[in-house]
């Protein structure tokens, strides 16, 4: 049961699809106070554990910190920072009395989970309008408590995205791939290796002087050659899109958009300014849904050139520097001239330059229109309503590609996001680092992030700033082989890290070919829990709650309806201890083939050299595998084999790429007798 608490006239922020919700009553868990500011606190008992926060650092389950839900370019992924670029507001309180809780806010909250106070959640915001939704799991369900109250918020909060079946094929990106050449020597290397792809990405290099929409003639003189040339052969394209939009006589997305004043403008009428990549800039009022619409449209510019897919960037949004910001620190670094930079003031002029980056007070000096939820439309300053300008660029991309491709699933993700832009596209995990922790990172991040809705996720693998190394790619590898999007993306300053880089292409291509013939199960598991508000990726608590070693384990998953995964994140290691909570087929996968051995519930110590891929399938389930074949269009789902001791199985299977997506009709029984 599903139950609202109304504080105020809240801002829409579009996460919520069902009106019929009882106004709570009784079904209220914590305290609620509203006088000054809006505050929940909720006490904890021993055992209690508290789940969700999507996007976020540390643990899987979250208590013992403290987490601020705000929108940031954050390069940082540590255990001190509090924000990320995404807003995901819902957590699941596990203990005597299990509930889930989700703030609709799209202003700054912040969420003490047992931080100050280890026995009490503490969440506050200074909003003037806030809808808290209580969710109590249904009785008699016969999955756990945990898996059904994220089944009911997501019901609540509407169909998750769901990509193109070639979104789920393996994505070769980089911040420097600057000219056509460099897209055609990535296609080469990997079609002579034998290992299969599905997109390039392009970062900004491909725009003409950073500018979104356009294209750089000099660079990539006929993109759309480019992409018929590259889609013959199974390969699409994904370019960038940027948030800010060049201040420049000249171009036309910039005139357009002043001409109809669609830019965020400050108190006095003037359009906001701040610098980005391609320097002053302007920035879309997302929040309107005119300006939504004029901006969607701007992506036809590239599907008429034949792209099928795009990430949007920079959306939080990020902001270097703004006018206002950057006088000041002028005027500061000049006052330090001639002066004798003691201790008192020689951190102080380190920080200067660097002060003016995401500023609070920048976001406080422009506004966005925005719609309440009484149906009015009202400014609000940006820093009330900051969570929902990403997601909203997100909504912009996806209304305006589904009306220049009618009909047509295109791939969208974005870097920033509020719950609500899990309907409208897939998001990245931002810039993180080629780091070992940040693979464990990845792994605690992924279910917070299917609790939220936000299936369509995958980290940067291989570490997005700092250099790979070809243990960590592979470990890496071994983890993003399981989810929904599995990209290769690193910084222009960083080593190259593409597979070919490495000596041992071989074992990437094994991994790959895992990847391929899984995806008509990843693909069907995908599609049924989108369409039924399942978990793609669970905490092993979620599936096994009464067994406590389970529910206390952070470095292991479920993956779709059948597998366990329990990567190896730790360098030099040749394997790792895995905890079974039942008798399990252990599934190795080396040089391209699996090798099944069952094991008994509890403790094992395995063996994984780093090129190998090594999981679980639970004892009742059957997977099915295709054979593997270098592109997503050429994978044949008619020749299956299996993995597991289950029976049959149900495999949902479509053209990849209809709007119109529905089990009726396109389950297909399958049973290892036909092997
Ligand atoms: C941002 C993105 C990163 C991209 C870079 C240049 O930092 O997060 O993925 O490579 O911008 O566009």
Known sequence: ??????????????????????TAGKNVYGKTTSAKKFEWTCPLAENDAVYG????TRGINKRGFRYTSWCSDETNHNESTQSLYGAHNFIIVRGKKTFGIFFDTPSRITFDLGWTDIHSITVSSETDGIDVYYITPEKQTKESSLCNIVRQFRTLIGTSYIPPLWGFGYQQSRWGYRTEKDVLEVRKQFRKAGVPLDGICLDIDYMEDYESFTIDKKKFPDMKKLSSDLKSD???????????IKIKDGYKVYEDGKKNGYFCKKTDGTEYCAGVWPGRSNFPDFTRKDVRAWFGAQYKNLTDAGIEGFWNDMNEPAMFY???????AFKKLESFSGKNLDINCFFDFCGTSGSTFNRLDDYKRFYNEVTLKNGRIAKRRHDTIHNIYGSHMTRAANEGLSAILPGKRTLLYSRASCIGSHRWGGIWTGDNKSWWSHILMELKMLPSLNMCGFMYSGADTGGYADDSSEDLLLRWTALGVFTPLLRNHSAWNTKRQEFYQFEHPQYFKSMMQLRYSLIPYMYSEYVQDALSGGMFIRPLAFDYPDDSRACHIEDQLMVCGGLMIAPVYEQNADGRMVYLPEKMTMVRWHAG???QTLLAKGDHYIEVPVSDIVFFVKHSALIPLCRPALSTDRLDTKHLTFLGNGIKYDLYEDDGFTTDIKTEGRIRRVRKEAE
């Open 234 to 244: 199974g390969i699409r394209l994904i370019p960038i899109i940027d948030a800010g």
């Open 53 to 56: 926060l999507g996007e976020n």
């Open 1 to 22: 049961m599903i139950c609202r608490q109304r504080t105020g006239i809240p801002v829409e922020t579009g996460a919520v699809v069902q009106d019929a919700v009882k």
């Open 593 to 595: 083939k699996a090798e």
């Open 322 to 328: 703004s006018d206002e910001s950057l006088a000041a």
